[in-house]
């Protein structure tokens, strides 16, 4: 077949590249790289990476490593460390310099400089997350199902619920993911003994942007409908009958709760929910509900969902690579 071939002007060019620029990587850079410029203003240094050559980078680099603190002299965590070398070697490279600061023999001083900086802060007891998220027990998640936090009984409890039972099934991320999702996203099916199922068929989001290097989940998870009072499936169909008439088919699948609903029939705006407010959903059941006071100092977050998940699969003893085909995540990570 013969190819047709239209010429790029570089507007075009650059429109392609920074649409395969990840936001939150963006952001990423951008902080570091004001980070290492505002320090350089301090000390009478260049502020601009690329603008040194590569030996008085490598010794910048190496004092900056050292020196680095937060605004309240506090140290970053060691993982944070990762994540700023990384963040400076990719301004590097979209500046086309020549050397990576994570790769190459040249810069082996100041990696071993932060390699040190990182091994002596873990020594001093960081890097062990004290704060992280933590998953639910399984009478932690039966409290918010009796105080109707999860369920059907308001709009508000249901699309928690939704939330809830996609991120159990299909490992979910907390928010960008479930911003993402898109009600042509799911299909009901059913097996050959009759039983319906769910299946969700995910679509570019934060880390599975769509591009070259997409890998698709190994498995398909499905979630079954059981027949009892939760049940998935059940719970699934009744949240799409309570959508507005148009959108029962089609949009965003989360939508604006309608606190107060003037019929019974229609419980959402056709207004898509924030992105907030979805990352907020697990911090809020617990505020809304006994877990404040069961568990005060438990640190509930979206990602307590997703570990929660990992966790009923590991002690249902799923292997590891198989909980990662089913989830998408890393389960030694979780």
């Known amino acids: 077949m013969a190819c047709r071939f239209i010429e790029a002007d570089d507007e075009l060019i650059e429109l392609l590249k920074c649409e395969s620029e990840n936001k939150n990587t963006k952001r990423s850079t951008g902080y570091w790289k004001g980070i290492f410029e505002k320090w350089a203003k301090t000390r009478g240094k260049e502020e601009q990476l690329e603008s040194y050559d590569i030996p008085e980078l490598n010794e910048a680099l190496s004092q900056f490593y050292a020196e680095l603190r937060k605004e309240n002299g506090q140290d970053y965590e060691p993982d944070s460390l990762k994540v700023m070398q990384a963040a400076l070697d990719r301004h590097l490279r979209s500046k086309n310099y020549p050397k990576s600061i994570v790769r190459d023999t040249e810069f082996l001083f100041s990696r071993k400089v932060l390699e040190g900086k990182a091994r002596k802060l873990r020594e001093q007891g960081m890097g062990k997350r004290p704060n992280k998220a933590k998953s639910l027990t399984k009478e ?25 039972l996609l991120t159990m099934h299909f490992g979910s991320r907390g928010r960008q993911e479930h911003h993402d999702m898109m009600v042509e996203d799911f299909s009901i099916e059913k097996d050959d003994d009759g039983v319906e199922f769910i299946t969700f068929s995910e679509g570019p989001t934060k880390t599975r942007q769509g591009g070259l290097r997409v890998k698709p989940r190994l498995a398909t998870p499905k979630m079954f409908a059981t027949g009892e009072k939760r049940c998935p499936v059940a719970l699934f169909k009744q949240y799409l009958e309570k959508r507005p008439e148009e959108m029962k088919k089609t949009g965003p699948f989360y939508l604006a709760v309608i606190d107060k609903p003037q019929t019974s029939a229609v419980w959402y705006k056709k ?57 998408g995540h890393n389960p030694s990570r979780a």
Do not use: F, Y
Not at 151 to 161: A, E, F, H, K, W
């Open 140 to 164: 932690e998640e039966e409290i918010i199902w009796q105080n109707g936090q999860l369920g059907n009984q308001t709009p508000r409890s249901l699309i928690n619920t939704m939330w809830w």
């Open 271 to 327: 207004t898509p929910m924030g992105k907030n407010t979805i990352n907020n959903i697990m911090k809020t059941m617990k505020e809304d509900s006994p877990l404040k006071d069961v568990c005060p100092e438990k640190k509930l977050t979206n990602h307590s969902a997703r570990k929660t998940v990992v966790k009923k699969l590991k002690s249902s003893g799923i292997p590891k690579c198989e909980i990662k085909n089913i989830t």
